[in-house]
């Protein structure tokens, strides 16, 4: 079983719809989630940071996660051409341990 | 803002070749790090260094060498370019080693 799993897509929504975006992991030591997104030919970026359980929320994106399910979701509400892209959830024990990255998955909003 | 500069966006060499990417960051970080950026691979570590001089082997070092000895420069050096080399070459710093900081990228082509 892979340490980090992420649906590649590509996904396919129209604009305003909410996009439901999700990674499974099987190491229950996790504690930190992140969700990077990178548009074409460029880096990633930082773009939710969360610890442990909970839910967080940023502007129109929303970070779940749900430790007893191994199970993180990222949603992004009224969702905007300018947010296709790939989304890559990562995830790591301790604030000084290795980032495990997801592939991916690539999100194209029809305008 | 972190800013986090790579030397080319694009680069093309021949085989055997010895081929240096530089990476520069602006903002004081201990954590600098090079990854490379495959279709249906992901992100994968190639090395890392925590301190000016210090270096840690990722998960597919074969091939490629490191230099850091200035903290806001961190080269990746591959001593004899081959074709399978052929990626998207991915700089990171950051002050823990989860929330990193990505630059853009160089695409590198061996020939």
């Known amino acids: 079983q892979k340490e980090v799993e992420q649906d590649p897509g590509p996904l396919s929504v129209p604009e305003g719809a909410i996009v439901s975006l999700n990674c499974t992991y099987s190491n229950s030591a996790f504690q930190y989630f992140m969700w990077y997104r990178q548009y074409s030919r460029k880096g990633p970026e930082l773009l939710m940071y969360?610890?442990?359980?909970g839910n967080k929320e940023d502007g129109r994106f929303t970070a779940q996660v749900d430790k007893s399910s191994k199970y993180i979701s990222l949603f992004i509400r009224d969702s905007q051409p300018s947010d296709s892209a790939t989304y890559l959830c990562?995830?790591?024990?301790?604030?000084?341990?290795?980032?495990?990255f997801g592939k991916g998955t690539r999100l194209h909003i029809l305008p | 803002d972190v800013k986090v500069t790579q030397s080319s966006r694009y680069l093309v060499k021949r085989t055997g070749e010895k081929v240096f990417l530089e990476c520069v960051q602006d903002m004081d970080h201990e954590n600098m790090f090079w990854y490379r950026q495959d279709p249906g691979l992901g992100l994968r570590l190639i090395y890392f260094s925590y301190d000016v001089k210090m270096k840690e082997k990722g998960d597919i070092p074969e091939g490629y060498s490191v230099s850091r000895e200035k903290k806001e420069r961190f080269s990746l050096i591959l001593e004899s370019a081959s074709t399978n080399q052929t990626s998207m070459y991915l700089c990171?710093?950051?002050?823990?080693?989860?929330?990193?900081?990505f630059g853009p990228g160089t695409r590198l082509t061996v020939l």
């Open positions: 990562a995830m790591t024990m301790n604030r000084d341990d290795k980032i495990i």
């Open positions: 969360t610890y442990s359980s």
């Open positions: 990171a710093s950051s002050l823990s080693l989860n929330e990193q900081f």
